[in-house]
């Protein structure tokens, strides 16, 4: 796997900065949110804060695409066009990466995923994404697996061609340099 140069760190202030500017140029995705409510949310929340950075950092460009009324909790996914550039060229899991003969990849999606923080998109989350915009047109996104596809051996992964999102499969053991992951931070 190629090393890709690690964006600079940024502070709390600066990462909220770019959260309030993403949420204000996005308000297609999370109607009747108001950024003082999900800004309050976060605050005195540095373990979240510290997963939406790592989340921005590697390239996800998370933003809020949900709210519980009930716990007044929100949803962060990964929006970014693309699926995030530095969590590509991965393998789905931990089972499939030590199953690799050769050529491993550095890690998995499921493992990278656990050491951000994040789960990853189901199907359905995947799809309910793909409804607020257009994403990964040129690549694509691991999604949690059911259980009775990946003892199979096979993973699936989504990404949207020719107007339509689909949904494949592959062996969890595949990688390529234009598939990782989108995950997801309930904060």
């Not at 999900?38 to 540095?46: D, H, I, K, N, S």
């Not at 799809?127 to 990946?150: A, C, I, M, N, Y």
């Amino acid at each position: 796997m190629k090393k890709r140069a690690a964006k600079p760190a940024i502070d709390d202030g600066a990462l909220l900065a770019v959260l309030q500017e993403r949420f204000e140029a996005n308000t297609d995705r999370h109607p009747g949110i108001e950024w003082a409510a999900v800004r309050g949310r976060l605050e005195g929340r540095p373990a979240k804060l510290a997963v939406l950075r790592a989340m921005e950092e590697t390239g996800g460009e998370p933003d809020v695409v949900a709210h519980d009324p009930d716990s007044g909790g929100f949803v962060f996914v990964d929006c970014s066009a693309e699926s995030p550039a530095g969590r590509r060229s991965v393998c789905y899991d931990r089972e499939a990466l030590e199953s690799r003969k050769a050529h491993k990849p550095a890690t998995s999606a499921v493992d990278l995923a656990g050491s951000l923080g994040i789960e990853l998109l189901s199907e359905e989350e995947y799809r309910r994404l793909q409804t607020l915009g257009e994403f990964d047109r040129k690549t694509s996104s691991w999604v949690r697996t059911p259980p009775e596809v990946r003892r199979l051996g096979g993973a699936l992964f989504g990404d949207r061609r020719y107007g339509r999102v689909f949904t494949y499969h592959n062996g969890a053991d595949s990688y390529f340099a234009a598939r990782g992951f989108r995950g997801s931070l309930g904060v």
